[in-house]
């Protein structure tokens, strides 16, 4: 049936494939299920219409019987009342409605194995539409957890680039460190010279001072010496 051809390719192996192609497969398989709620309905109006035919030729297939029935009645009462004529009319068209009874079990068979096959048609449709309804929570939950896996790769990859920012300024606090620590090396070798400088220049009077004072010691001692 062509209502059904949606729900056949559904639930076919190449949902898969239609999926892959799909650039959002929830908002695809919600698109489906939607289709498939519409021919779950005109399923069931089918399948009310054909259970109704099956009823109709149910019903006139037992109306059949029951003239049948009456006409052999009839039959037998014509006889017993010693009308022959009458009882051989009866069973003429008891035998005309026999002949009618065989196209309309025909079509009562035809009708029930009609019925029968669209109720397990529909019954199968609602159970796979149950399944799919599953599966496609499955797909949203699966969705969701790779929507969220991509903002993580996102973030993964912003931090990546934090870090290589975060290389550079180690680069450049080294750089500063070594220039601090060469800056200090600098200033204290100048104090060294500038100590030393001090230094020789204290002593130059010291040895001043104390090459004046042995002279006069001595120019003090001849003095002494010579009664002067």
Known sequence: ??????????????????????????????????????????????????????KRTKRELDENQEQIDKMERYAKKALMAGNDQDARTFLEKKADLASQREVLQKSFEQAQANAQSMRKMHDKLCSDIEELKKRK???????????????????GSSYEGVGDKMSAF????????????????MAELN?????????????????????????????????????L
Request: aromatic share 2%; net charge negative.
């Open 137 to 155: 929570e499955s797909i949203k939950a699966k969705m969701t957890l790779a929507k969220t896996q991509e903002k993580l790769n996102k973030i």
């Open 170 to 185: 180690d680069r450049m606090e080294e750089k500063a460190n070594r220039m601090l620590d060469e800056a200090n090396a």
């Open 1 to 54: 049936m062509g209502i059904l051809q949606r729900f056949k390719d559904i639930m076919s192996a190449n949902m898969n494939a239609m999926l892959d192609k799909a650039e959002d497969p929830v908002k695809m398989v919600d698109q489906y299920m939607r289709d498939l709620e519409s021919d779950l309905g005109k399923v069931k109006a089918e399948t009310a219409a054909v259970m109704a035919e099956e």
């Open 191 to 227: 104090q060294k010279e500038e100590d030393t400088s001090v230094e020789a220049l204290m002593n130059k009077y010291e040895e001043d001072d104390s090459g004046k004072s042995l002279v006069e010691d001595e120019l003090e001692a001849m003095k002494r010496e010579l009664g």
